[in-house]
């Protein structure tokens, strides 16, 4: 059973935004277009990973993808969580290209590709270190965990993979996507002696759920050139920024095409940009309004939790305001 799916990464919605206000020719938009076509490649194989795993046998088995705990002051991530009564599978997800070779003996993965040659670390051994710190947080939390395997799911499928040192991990453990069903058996087959109960199967994804907290890049530590960001409200039809709101709907000086509602994606990309506060002046500043009292109008009109008064009065995303879809 799937009980957490994944959506597209908070990431993703940053660096969107944020790539949105590049002006076109700014030096360092390609920094921020490649970080945010890496991220959709990732997205992209974990997505195909997800569709393989749905379609395997999966019904003594608890799913739950793209989780982050906080643990030890720090937190671990898992793409993707098979859990039975007795045996506990994550497997963590790689998009590389080009040909990888494994030598685990030294703990690391060599790419070549486009004529260069790149060191990673080993990812078995990454994903043995995500399991690792599983078990300790379940420990932590009372339980006692079953036997761990950890997987590395290569995403990218013309990847190639060698293990030049005929490594018995790397041949039990790395697999491309669609093989997962034939690494996955021999595990599950070697495990029967049932060490968790249902209910604490149930009790550990509801523990997952609850503790799990999703990524965000920390774009002011990045220092985009915030002051040379485009402001304005975006046509939904040609994508030129600097809708005119008249008589009450935008309209694009560029297209003619009229929207009611184009300042709501506006105020999103403020919000993921700069933080979820803005003020009725940095609104009226972002989305190029002149009137005050339109401005608040508009503020108003969604669903915004607001505190402080007069100038200082700020409005937040409220329960109903989705600011990641
Ligand atoms: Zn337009």
């Not at 002051?73 to 998009?95: A, E, M, R, V, W």
């Not at 030294?106 to 790419?111: H, K, L």
């Not at 590395?152 to 005929?166: E, F, H, M, R």
């Amino acid at each position: 059973m799937i009980i957490k799916n994944r959506s597209i990464p908070k990431e993703i919605r940053v660096y969107e935004a944020i790539v949105r206000r590049f002006p076109a020719n700014h030096p360092r938009k390609a920094e921020f277009e490649n970080k945010l076509s890496r991220k959709r490649a990732g997205y992209k194989g974990e997505k195909e990973l997800d569709y393989h795993i749905s379609q395997i046998d999966h019904y003594n088995l608890t799913i739950l993808h793209d989780l982050r705990i906080p643990y030890n002051g720090t937190h671990f991530q898992i793409d993707s969580l098979l859990l039975s009564n007795s045996l506990i599978i994550p497997i963590d997800s790689k998009y590389y290209a080009g040909t990888l070779e494994f030598y685990p003996e030294f703990n690391q993965m060599i790419q070549y590709l486009n004529g260069f040659e790149k060191a990673y670390l080993d990812p078995i051994l990454q994903a043995k270190t995500q399991a690792r710190q599983l078990q300790a947080f379940l420990k932590s939390q009372q339980f006692s965990p079953p036997p761990f395997e950890p997987l590395v799911a290569i995403t990218y499928s013309q990847a190639l993979i060698k293990n030049p040192t005929q490594n018995k991990e790397v041949s039990q453990r790395v697999f491309k996507t669609p093989g997962i069903f034939y690494k996955l058996s021999p595990y599950l087959e070697k495990y029967q002696k049932e060490i968790l109960t249902d209910q604490d199967v149930k009790k550990i994804a509801r523990l997952l759920m609850r503790k799990n907290t999703p990524y965000l890049p920390d774009l002011k530590a990045m220092n985009p050139p915030f002051d040379e960001l485009q402001t304005g409200v975006e046509c939904p039809s040609c994508h030129t920024l600097g809708m005119e709101r008249i008589h009450g709907v935008w309209g694009c000086r560029k297209c003619g095409h009229l929207s009611k509602d184009a300042h709501i994606n506006a105020l999103k990309d403020y919000y993921l940009i700069y933080g979820p506060s803005i003020t009725n002046k940095q609104f009226r500043d972002f989305l190029q309004l002149s009137s005050i009292h339109q401005a608040k109008r508009l503020l108003l009109s969604m669903d915004l939790d607001s505190s402080g008064t007069k100038k200082g009065r700020v409005y937040k995303p409220g329960k109903n305001f989705d600011l990641w879809s």
